[in-house]
T-cell receptor, first 110, second 111 residues
Framework: GQQLNQSPQSMFIQEGEDVSMNCTSS?????WLWYKQDPGEGPVLLIA?????ELTSNGRLTAQFGITRKDSFLNISASIPSDVGIYFC??????????FGKGTRLHILP | NAGVTQTPKFRILKIGQSMTLQCAQD?????MYWYRQDPGMGLKLIYY???????DKGEVPNGYNVSRSTTEDFPLRLELAAPSQTSVYFC??????????FGNGTRLTVT
């Protein structure tokens, strides 16, 4: 079945550093989504990507839909303490299933 | 709009009991989804629905049932609860070609 491989699993960075994470799959997706989840909450949408090659920004966040439609990345520039949390990629296939990666846990060192 | 509303917020079940997790949305979304999230893990798709009267299995459907008799409601049924079903359950909905909107989750413990 479809699977998303999200990496890295966790990151420890200094405040102010840039962050990069990505998702890959052997399957093609029509939509890529990036979510952030804080403890005890549901995931919140960060960026949605609908076309291969699309590059979209949301403030300090930038995400791209890979040309092959099998991958996507998320970059966070100049990290701040409130960026701490778990980041999930999600892919939607032609059958309307939306599946999620296992998440990247972002920790910011003081 | 209330968005996606899940009830109850918390529940403890004994092994073998049954229960229904409720999910309602007031955004007139056709698509609705149920996920489970085990501690420290990602979200796994249980069932989804592309409209009233239509449901499909996701990645981990065993032990669960769903129905979609109205656009607004998408209840998830556990018939014989097992410890392996201890998890946080999230319901989500969306329009066509739009991203998912999530509820706040139901935290279920089976002992």
């Amino acid at each position: 079945g479809q699977q998303l491989n999200q990496s890295p699993q966790s990151m420890f960075i200094q405040e102010g550093e840039d962050v990069s994470m990505n998702c890959t799959s052997s399957s093609i997706f029509n939509t890529w989504l990036w979510y952030k989840q804080d403890p005890g909450e549901g995931p919140v949408l960060l960026i949605a990507l609908y076309k291969a090659g699309e590059l979209t920004s949301n403030g300090r966040l930038t995400a791209q839909f890979g040309i092959t439609r099998k991958d996507s990345f998320l970059n966070i520039s100049a990290s701040i303490p409130s960026d701490v949390g778990i980041y999930f990629c999600a892919g939607q296939g032609g059958d309307d299933k939306i599946i999620f990666g296992k998440g990247t846990r972002l920790h910011i060192l003081p | 709009n209330a968005g996606v509303t899940q009830t109850p917020k918390f529940r403890i079940l004994k092994i073998g009991q049954s229960m229904t997790l409720q999910c309602a949305q007031d955004m007139n979304h056709n698509y609705m989804y149920w996920y489970r999230q085990d501690p420290g893990m990602g979200l796994k798709l249980i069932y989804y629905s592309v409209g009233a009267g239509i449901t499909d299995k996701g990645e981990v459907p065993n032990g669960y049932n769903v129905s979609r008799s109205t656009t607004e409601d998408f209840p998830l049924r556990l018939e014989l609860a097992a410890p392996s079903q201890t998890s946080v359950y999230f319901c989500a909905s969306r329009h066509y070609n739009s991203p998912l909107h999530f509820g706040n989750g139901t935290r279920l413990t089976v002992t």
